[in-house]
């Protein structure tokens, strides 16, 4: 009987502190809310069970305390059974004064009568009659309202899968099971139910003590509680997917953000500088007027075109190393003729690999275009320089100005003291990151310089 209960004991004991290392985890299931209870009935109702060793040994040999630990027995095996109560009742409602104010007005009447046949009877009778009542008080209602639960929670959990909604049913058919087995079942006394109910007529039906049948339900509902537990580790895998979603979704909207900004709106921001201008010739010179309103439309059509290309999903075009130099000297000059107040020189001289390198064109153009449009905007200068130049080894790229130092900041590659929020700055810094490149504004009041700059890897160096 003591390897019996000892056993019974560890099932569960081990099914409370599995129940408690998985609810430290955040659950959204409405489920996981009410299992606190039921991990304290196991380990409470596990450490009663073991009470049935401990307490004859540690009375061995010192009757004056057997009053005392059989006292504390009871109490823990009925106390045990007032959490099951109330997991039962959690399953029903959430109103905390019935779901804790039932379990533990009964256990108040229980422990009143308790005392009571502590006063009036002999030890003996007063102990098998103070654990009959704790079972028909708490343990009987508090099995089968807990396992009326448990199956009533399948509806819950069917979009998890078939294995997790059988759990809760076989968990629930064994708790059922439990509550006639470990709460009427009980010593032999001279009242009903007990006198018909009783470990005597259950062994001379069943031909096996009630003991035994109630470690091996302890075993399989905690094995059926554990398997429960799966549904949250789900939850967490469902959780991280939906984490991951979400922050792809976050990349892919700053990327087109980015994208935006640096292609069309800068696109369209020119061709308004240009307009400008025209107005400014249309009585001077009409004819140039013209030319940079066709320039315009030209321009208009381009950005158009590049919208389409980008809603269709197609990538930035890439340009061999001369049409790269090209390119990047189309945007220059093109600035040239919207602000011919600013004059602007250039030294370019483009490495092969990084016109080959993914995102390197697309990338350093934006940054150019973006550093340009704001030293032309704001920072009312009159020289712009602009070089990028490299090697086999690096790359650098440099946008100077000496306009009044717009931004006059001193930045880290972290960008940890910019202090503007425009969205051009942003926009460089991740860009920059892109490339994995080191990128830094240095500003003054003599004017702003961008500097960016790329060494080439060695893996780089093996493919190109």
């Not at 010739?281 to 321009?299: C, G, T």
């Not at 550093?371 to 090697?391: F, K, M, S, W, Y």
């Not at 960008?415 to 991740?430: P, V």
Request: charged residues 15%.
């Amino acid at each position: 009987m003591n390897a019996l209960y000892l056993v019974y004991g560890l099932g569960f004991f081990t099914m409370g502190v599995a129940i408690i290392v998985q609810i430290m985890q955040p659950s959204q299931l409405s489920f996981a809310k009410t299992l606190w209870l039921l991990a304290f009935f196991g380990i409470l109702h596990g450490a009663s069970e073991w009470g049935y060793i401990f307490v004859p040994l540690q009375a061995a040999g010192h009757e004056e305390y057997l009053v005392n630990l059989s006292v504390i027995h009871l109490t823990l095996t009925a106390s045990s059974f007032a959490f099951l109560l109330a997991f039962g009742l959690r399953q029903y409602t959430n109103n905390v004064q019935l779901y804790v104010g039932v379990p533990l007005g009964i256990l108040l009447v229980w422990f009143t009568y308790f005392i009571y046949f502590f006063l009036t009877k002999p030890l003996a009778v007063w102990y098998v009659d103070s654990e009959i009542w704790e079972r028909y008080l708490l343990g009987f209602p508090g099995a089968l309202i807990s396992g009326l639960g448990i199956w009533r929670r399948q509806v819950e959990v069917a979009n998890w899968g078939e294995k997790i909604y059988r759990n809760f049913r076989d968990a629930g058919i064994v708790m059922l099971i439990y509550s006639a087995v470990s709460g009427l079942i009980v010593p032999r006394e001279d009242f009903f139910p007990s006198n018909i109910l009783n470990y005597q007529t259950f062994l001379m039906v069943f031909h096996i003590p009630a003991q035994i049948v109630r470690a091996l339900l302890s075993l399989v509902l905690s094995w059926f509680v554990v398997r429960i537990l799966v549904i949250f580790r789900m939850e967490y895998a469902h959780n991280i997917e939906k984490i991951e979603a979400l922050q792809l979704v976050f990349s892919e909207r700053k990327r087109i953000a980015n994208d935006i900004h640096d292609g069309a709106i800068q696109a369209i921001y020119g061709s308004g500088m240009l307009l400008e201008r025209a107005v400014e010739l249309i009585n001077k010179k009409p004819l140039r007027s013209k030319e940079l309103i066709e320039k315009v439309n030209v321009q208009l059509n381009e950005t158009i075109a590049s919208l389409r290309r980008y809603i269709h999903g197609l990538e930035t075009e890439n340009f061999g190393q001369e049409e790269f130099k090209e390119k990047l000297i189309e945007i220059l000059e093109y600035f040239r003729e919207a602000c011919p107040q600013v004059s602007i020189t250039y030294q370019i001289e483009i490495p092969v690999w990084f016109a080959l390198l993914p995102g390197g064109q697309e990338h350093s153009l934006f940054i150019v275009q973006e550093a340009i449009a704001n030293a032309t905007r704001h920072a009312d200068c009159a020289h712009i320089e602009v070089e990028a130049l490299g090697d086999n080894t690096q790359f650098n790229l440099l946008i100077k100005d000496n306009g009044i130092g717009n931004m006059a900041i001193k930045a880290d590659d972290n960008f940890q003291e910019i202090n503007l929020t425009g969205h051009g700055i942003r926009s460089m810094q991740y860009r920059a990151q892109q490339l994995s490149a080191s990128f830094q504004i240095e500003g003054t009041a003599k004017g702003t310089c961008v500097k960016l700059h790329l060494d080439r890897v060695v893996e780089l160096c093996e493919q190109v």
